[in-house]
């Protein structure tokens, strides 16, 4: 009898019990919000006389101007967005865009930082007041031998959201 019930008792405990359950995900689909700098519109940074002796990445900074707008109907306090820019970079600086004279550039800075070529950075997206403040710092590279011209450089600022 007691090897009966040892038996019985190893042949039902060997049993496992299945069951199957349905999972349901549910979610809903959303554009980020249509963004803009300054209404779409070029922004200008005019330097006027620069004194070439003077040119040491720190000398004749400018404010870069500009606002942000969104769609405020669609945001989501989650989704990161970042400002980024590009250009065609300096052999000497990687925050810098060349201009038309050789060695010679435009460096941009966000909050007194350097602000590298193509490399997004993080901002605010719920208070455009706590956007970061952009500067324009004329630089040149160490050899470069400047003279008397006109200069210009194009750049294009970009926001996004990840």
Known sequence: MK???FFLLCTCGG????????????GTLVAPPVCTIS?????EVEFRDLIIDSINGDNGRKEVKYDLS?????????????????????????????????????ELQH???P???????????TDFTQKPKL????????DAVLSDTTFSAYATLRVDYQ
């Open 3 to 5: 090897k009966r019930l």
């Open 15 to 26: 049993v496992a019990l299945a069951a199957d359950d349905d999972i349901t995900f549910h």
């Open 39 to 43: 209404g779409g519109k070029t922004l």
């Open 70 to 106: 969104c769609d405020s109907e669609i945001r989501d306090p989650d989704w990161i967005m970042t400002l980024t820019w590009t250009g065609t970079q300096t052999a000497y600086n990687d925050s810098a865009i060349e201009t038309d004279v050789p060695g010679f550039g435009i």
């Open 111 to 113: 909050d007194g930082q």
């Open 115 to 125: 602000f590298k070529l193509n490399t997004p950075l993080t901002i605010n997206a």
């Open 135 to 142: 500067e324009a710092v004329p630089v040149k590279s160490v």
